[in-house]
């Protein structure tokens, strides 16, 4: 896990070395052991290293492969490197190293831009070839791990985080005005290739995209999962798709395990995380830390799950850590965590997020999380509606119960400059929705979530907190084939026992009932959920601050009226609009300072 960089110049001129230091230097945390650049003419790459597989300097990047004119930075882990390995080995490939990167570079020059399709793991790296000048740029078929692009005539930049690219300079920060359509639409998510800003892109999961040395360049989508019924498991039972999807989850925690350095588990309470525990368990790992976080009530509402993650601790003997946040930690850490925030996030989570990362940093470097499982399996409350939705009308439900708000209350809050006339929400929702490959309503909610929804929002929250921290998070509900075989799954029983029935029941071999029966919880931050005290504060200085003002993003009649009762308005998904409003108010303000 690091932070990976660079720049590729079109117009004859050597690449900026300089620009991409300051783009490594600004992901200093994500790659807190060690850096590099490499800079060849046109093309200068630069890195940062969290050292997980070989601890040497023979895993250091730029990683140069002389004798195959490659150079690779690379930002993930590649859990099957070593049988990949194995396989170049009978090839003939001599490696210098044991690292995972260095696979990269092998599998890339043996098999091209196809290597990705054998990849089982997290990515996104740029290969340069000295000979040719083509560059060559990836990301992993979920979008675990980012890459931004800030391309001006003659030259393009790209990154791990925004916050790198502006630190190299000159790039366009006008807001983009989709982008803030979508951001209040899409309870903050702004789906790929645009971001916030004008000026920065993003390159769309499961993409390869090979560049040129004149600057044309072509994309590959390697990976558009099927969510549709498999003929092959027409007979299957229930019990056959249990064991089936709990044997993948098996496989896919056993795979996040490889590491040089201890791995441990981002413990919830939730099924989820406990399901992680609970395999890794089995599969020998004693004294497993793990780890919980909790904070004040507040508004009434409690501000941790500690029973049922003591629980799992307990049931399986790990070695846990109970981490509470007061009140007097939490608004220090507000302004912080927007700050880590590579794209502006509303979940209140993100502060739980960053202050868990920070306390398990000091203890391990890799841990594992339950992310993703509610958007692969259906558990969350706006896929039961849609049961009995017909198939071309699954954007108009789907809106009515996962969308913020409507195109003309979108428009209520910005101001005119900022307004469009075309609900472009809506339309994207409907494009992705309606296109071939998703056999029900159900199904179409589903693969958005999993192939947009998903990676601009959870994804991104648990990479952008962690790596603040030098953490590296592996999720292993995100395995591509645990993800594939599901899709597949009848929604009927994802939808069961009031969502992933089908994990629910798969997993009563091995968890206590009282964590499978709960209520769904969350990670509770209700010092943000319930605005008041020094929150509101902070909320309301930085809302009336001279940089609001000037930027007049939103109607101040809007504004007044949510301050005036700031905790009284909420969004479909029950997220404050107070907050909504004021993340990407205070994100724009420190992303200009």
């Known amino acids: ?62 990683m140069v492969d002389s004798a195959l004119g490659l150079t690779l930075v690379f930002n993930g882990c590649i859990y099957n490197y070593q049988d990949l390995r194995r396989e170049l080995e009978k090839f003939g490939y001599q490696f210098f190293s044991t690292a995972d990167s260095e696979v990269v570079i092998k599998a890339f020059h043996r098999w091209g831009t196809r290597c990705v399709e054998r990849f089982k793991g997290m990515f996104a790296f740029a290969i340069a070839d000295r000979d040719s000048g083509v560059v060559t740029l990836a990301r992993d078929r979920l979008g675990i791990k980012p890459l931004y692009l800030a391309q001006t005539p003659g030259r393009l930049r790209f990154a791990s985080a925004v916050r790198a690219l502006l630190d190299a300079g000159e790039v366009d920060t006008e807001l983009d005005r989709h982008a803030l359509h979508h951001y209040m639409t899409f309870h903050s998510v702004v789906p790929a290739p645009r971001t916030i800003y004008r000026g ?19 994309d590959t989508v390697y990976w558009n999962p099927a969510f549709e019924r498999d003929p092959d498991r027409a007979s299957w039972s229930e019990r056959d798709w249990q064991d089936a999807l709990m044997d993948a ?57 500690y029973a049922y993650s003591d629980l799992i601790a307990k049931t399986f003997e790990t070695d846990h850590h109970k981490i509470h946040i007061d009140s007097s930690r939490l608004l220090p850490a507000v302004p912080k965590t927007i700050a880590a925030m590579s794209e502006p996030m509303v979940s209140h989570d993100c502060v739980a997020f960053y202050l868990l990362s920070e306390e398990v940093s000091k203890s391990v470097k890799v841990v594992q999380s339950g992310q993703g499982a509610d958007e692969i399996l259906g558990g ?40 469009i006339d075309v609900d472009v929400s809506r339309q994207f929702a409907t494009a992705h929705q309606s296109a071939p490959g998703a056999e029900t309503a159900v199904d179409a909610a589903l693969r958005l979530d999993t192939q947009v929804m998903l990676v601009e929002d959870p994804v991104k929250r ?132």
């Open 380 to 419: 969350y409350n706006w896929y039961p509606p849609l049961a009995n939705v017909a198939r071309e009308q699954t954007t108009e439900a789907y809106a009515k119960v996962f969308f913020d708000r409507s195109h003309s209350d979108v428009m209520k809050i910005f101001a005119p400059e900022y307004g």
């Open 1 to 62: 896990m690091c932070g990976i960089g660079g720049e590729i110049r079109f117009d004859g001129r050597s690449a900026d070395v300089a620009a991409v230091a300051r783009m490594a230097d600004a992901m200093r945390s994500r790659g807190p052991d060690s850096d590099g650049l490499v800079a060849h003419g046109p093309v200068a790459l630069g890195h940062r290293r969290l050292s997980i597989i070989d601890l040497s300097t023979r895993g250091a990047q730029p």
């Open 249 to 305: 989850l098996r496989t896919a925690v056993h795979r996040r395990m490889v590491a040089d350095v201890p791995v441990g588990v981002l413990l919830s309470g939730g099924i989820d995380s406990s399901i992680v525990v609970a395999l890794l368990a089995e599969q020998g790992q004693h004294g497993l830390a793990t780890f919980s976080i909790g904070f004040d009530s507040a508004g009434g509402e409690s501000g941790d799950e």
């Open 462 to 593: 648990v990479d952008t907190m962690t790596m603040a921290w030098g953490l590296e998070a592996r999720v292993p509900f995100l395995d591509h084939d645990f993800v594939e075989l599901a899709a597949t799954c009848p929604p009927e029983l994802k939808l069961a026992s009031d969502g992933k029935g089908v994990l629910k029941d798969a997993s009563r071999a091995l968890l206590p009932s009282q964590v499978i029966d709960r209520t769904k919880g969350y990670f509770p931050v209700p010092g943000i959920r319930h605005l008041n005290g020094p929150v509101l504060d902070m909320v309301r200085e930085a809302l009336s601050d001279n940089a609001a003002r000037a930027r007049g993003l939103y109607r101040a009649e809007t504004v007044n009226a949510l301050l005036a009762e700031p905790n009284k308005t909420r969004t479909t998904l029950d997220a404050n609009a107070l907050w909504q409003l004021a993340v990407l108010e205070m994100w724009l303000q420190g992303m200009a300072g």
């Open 200 to 218: 920065v892109r993003k390159l769309p999961p499961a993409t390869v995209r090979v560049i040129q040395p004149d600057g044309t360049h072509t």
